[in-house]
Nanobody
Framework: EVQLVESGGGLVQAGGSLRLSCAAS????????IGWFRQAPGKEREGVSC????????YYANSVKGRFTISSDNAKNTVYLQMNSLKPEDTAVYYC??????????????????????WGQGTQVTVSS
């Protein structure tokens, strides 16, 4: 069974940090890129970051550059999103997803998340002011 399971969300104050995890199973992890997305109530889904498991190349949305860092532990089939200097506008449900396309390609598709094959259930991140 293909599964992506997010964890690590929670409630933090502005300026704080969280580390999200995405644990993958049921598919060949090294053949996929893993992306992080977020969606706040009443807003469109937004692509946050992406990492290609084979070469480690990464993508970041302009809104999180310099604050978020994506990384991959291929031996554990897990991708992490380290989120620092959190802002209230970062509040959203965060999802991880898997695609066979390169990060550089899927990052430019609309709507965000197009061409991703598998999705997790999401984890809530709330940043208070």
């Amino acid at each position: 069974e293909v599964q992506l399971v997010e964890s690590g969300g929670g409630l933090v104050q502005a300026g704080g940090s969280l580390r999200l995890s995405c644990a993958a199973s049921g598919f060949t992890f090294d053949d996929y890129a893993i992306g992080w997305f977020r969606q706040a109530p009443g807003k469109e889904r937004e692509g946050v970051s992406c990492i290609s498991s084979n070469d480690g190349s990464t993508y970041y949305a302009n809104s999180v550059k310099g604050r978020f860092t994506i990384s991959s532990d291929n031996a554990k089939n897990t991708v992490y999103l380290q989120m620092n200097s959190l802002k209230p506008e970062d509040t959203a449900v965060y999802y991880c997803a898997a695609t066979r396309a390169p990060c550089t390609v899927v990052a430019g598709l609309y709507p965000p998340g197009r061409k991703y094959h598998y999705w997790g259930q999401g984890t809530q991140v709330t940043v208070s002011s």
